[in-house]
């Protein structure tokens, strides 16, 4: 399979070749289109060591998830405990069904496995993170931010990032490992969901309320919004951050506050190019003029919802629903936590050290552009700062012509062996439920492509009709949407949470229930139809659209 692009001075080809063994697949959740080097590094290493981590705690036929870079791109494969470094197609339902039973290494799994499911192996992991592994974090990324980098000598400023480049590594370990916890219990009560003759899309409704750290960046705005009314200035004067500070000593303590704890997390998107709060002025204005729009939501809402849900529940088994819709709400707290504090801030500061980097290096002459210092690694952005070697200008540039390249292709979707069904009847019983749940909240990240155009996960209860205003990032939607408008995006990330508080409805082309499209939309409690195939194309700007999502659809109309 080939892919070849022009560029403006040569062709060249892709070769869409496997990187390993076994079946891989296109993951467009946890990346841009290339990422450059510190991050290729930090993910191959952090994510299948993390995956091991919090597997080898809970049983699973599956060790860890295995990822690899495929021309920019990024792909994935869940490698199984017995036989992950084969090629070869799984044995016969019988030799499974043996192997399960037999192999040493499959019988601790299920032993580990149950204990697990009897013991709530996870809350032990959500009891570290309260009590050692966030506060830990909240410190060390607080130190690392106070760190005046622009007045770094430059080997004091290559040392700043190689500190913290080690950070982010072991933080984002941390992040993958959590992710068994974290997710593990929501896709638990998916799992149980369908086979009480629900969907596993129903699981939303039992979260409704249950995101603290979404909702918490949005009470201290209008916190901070409340400062300035009370001051007496309008909120719709505010022209920069420099008059939000202006308004009263109260609201500059509360803004310098805010923008320390969230000012230098990754905003627009999981790439350590991608921009940061403290970088987009406009975005953070926008959310103090938005935040008085919107207000906290109580419980009444959460538990009529969590009600009308139980309800569809056989009775035999709302006794265990109840006890899984509280391990899903409990892990869901600490999957909205995991995220902004074990990488977005992280790489967030590796970004900021990156930039006073690039901004010196272009001065010196030792990069043609402040970018290109996205093209290096760590040890190479220090040899450079320092003058003891590093690659050259012209080196450097193939490197981004290169990744440019790679940022057009389009990527297959599976590389290597066709993907088999799980064998869950050959299985013992706790290994097959652990496989479902892996899997189950796998897809869960991803667009379901089996829905068809225009249509997707539908999260809220009431149709909405109102004008598209289709945008492609979050200073669009700033600049052009207006309130009660539909946004339709490829995705969202945190910048777009001040316009999503004004719009009327959402609708994303990608994502599936734990994406941030969908928490957002569900605390809000905005109608939104999420993966939604097409949408950006088959949408026209300004056409007038139904947003349904009780059928999971968009119409135009």
């Known amino acids: 399979m080939t892919d070849t692009p022009m560029t403006a001075t040569t062709t060249r080809t892709a070769t869409w070749e496997p990187p390993g063994p076994g079946s891989w697949e296109l993951d467009l959740s946890h990346s841009g289109p290339s990422p450059g080097p510190i991050q290729r590094a930090v993910y191959e290493e952090a994510l299948p060591a993390g995956m091991r981590d919090g597997l080898s705690r809970f049983g699973s036929p599956i060790s860890h998830m295995e990822m690899r870079w495929v021309h920019g791109k990024f792909y994935r494969r869940l490698v199984p405990v017995v036989g992950g470094s084969s090629d070869l197609p799984p044995?016969?339902?019988?030799?499974?069904?043996?192997?399960?039973?037999?192999?040493?290494?499959?019988?601790?799994?299920?032993?580990?496995?149950?204990?697990?499911?009897?013991?709530?192996?996870?809350?032990?992991?959500?009891?570290?993170?309260?009590?050692?592994?966030?506060?830990?974090?909240l410190r060390a990324n607080s130190e690392l931010t106070s760190v005046d980098v622009a007045a770094l000598e430059p080997a004091a400023l290559a040392d700043h990032l190689r500190a913290v480049e080690r950070h982010l590594r072991a933080s984002t370990r941390l992040h993958f490992r959590l992710h068994v916890s974290d997710m593990g219990p929501l896709g638990l009560l998916m799992v149980r969901l369908e086979d009480w003759g629900l969907h596993r899309?129903?699981?939303?409704?039992?979260?409704?309320?249950?995101?603290?750290?979404?909702?918490?960046?949005?009470?201290?705005?209008?916190?901070?919004?409340?400062?300035?009314?009370?001051?007496?200035?309008?909120?719709?004067?505010?022209?920069?951050?420099?008059?939000?500070?202006?308004?009263?000593?109260?609201?500059?303590?509360?803004?310098?506050?805010?923008?320390?704890?969230?000012?230098?997390?990754?905003?627009?998107?999981?790439?350590?190019?991608?921009?940061?709060?403290?970088?987009?002025?406009?975005?953070?204005?926008?959310?103090?003029?938005?935040?008085?729009?919107?207000?906290?939501?109580?419980?009444?809402?959460?538990?009529?919802?969590?009600?009308?849900?139980?309800?569809?529940?056989?009775?035999?088994?709302?006794?265990?629903?109840?006890?899984?819709?509280?391990?899903?709400?409990?892990?869901?707290g600490l999957r909205d936590e995991n995220g902004p504090l074990t990488y977005e801030w992280p790489a967030g500061l590796v970004r900021r050290a990156l930039l006073e980097a690039g901004a010196r290096l272009t001065t010196s002459g030792r990069l043609r552009r402040p970018e290109h210092v996205f093209e290096l690694d760590v040890e190479e952005v220090g040899a450079l700062l320092t003058g003891v070697g590093g690659p050259d200008a012209p080196e450097i540039q193939a490197r981004a012509d290169r990744r440019r390249w790679e940022a057009g292709l389009d990527a297959p979707p599976t590389l290597g062996r066709p993907p088999a069904p799980p064998p869950l009847k050959s299985l013992t019983p706790n290994l097959a439920l652990m496989t479902r749940v892996i899997l189950t909240v796998v897809a869960s990240l991803e667009a379901d492509a089996t829905h068809g155009e225009l249509r997707g996960m539908g999260i809220g209860t009431e149709r909405y009709v109102g004008r598209a205003r289709v945008v492609r990032d979050a200073a669009t939607a700033l600049a052009t949407v207006e309130p009660g408008d539909v946004i339709v995006a490829p995705l969202t990330a945190p910048t777009y949470n001040a316009v999503l508080a004004m719009a009327g409805a959402l609708v994303t082309e990608q994502g599936g229930l734990l994406c941030h499209a969908a928490v957002i939309a569900r605390e809000l409690g905005l109608p939104a139809v999420i993966g939604t195939t097409g949408a950006m194309t088959a949408i026209p700007d300004g056409a007038l659209v139904e947003v349904d999502p009780v059928a999971g659809e968009v119409r135009l109309r």
Not at 219 to 242: I, K, N, P
């Open 91 to 137: 044995p016969p339902a019988p030799v499974l069904w043996l192997a399960a039973r037999l192999h040493p290494a499959l019988r601790r799994e299920e032993r580990q496995a149950e204990e697990t499911l009897e013991t709530k192996g996870w809350r032990g992991e959500l009891a570290s993170w309260e009590e050692e592994w966030k506060p830990a974090l």
């Open 201 to 332: 899309d129903d699981t939303f409704r039992a979260l409704a309320d249950a995101s603290p750290a979404t909702r918490a960046p949005g009470v201290q705005l209008r916190a901070l919004a409340h400062a300035v009314e009370r001051a007496g200035v309008d909120l719709a004067d505010l022209s920069t951050l420099d008059d939000v500070r202006a308004a009263s000593a109260e609201a500059k303590v509360l803004l310098d506050d805010y923008l320390a704890e969230h000012g230098w997390r990754l905003t627009t998107g999981y790439d350590i190019e991608d921009r940061c709060l403290i970088e987009l002025p406009e975005v953070v204005l926008a959310s103090i003029r938005a935040a008085t729009a919107s207000s906290p939501r109580g419980g009444d809402r959460h538990e009529a919802l969590l009600a009308e849900l139980r309800e569809e529940v056989p009775a035999e088994h709302r006794a265990a629903f109840d006890d899984a819709v509280e391990d899903a709400r409990l892990s869901y």
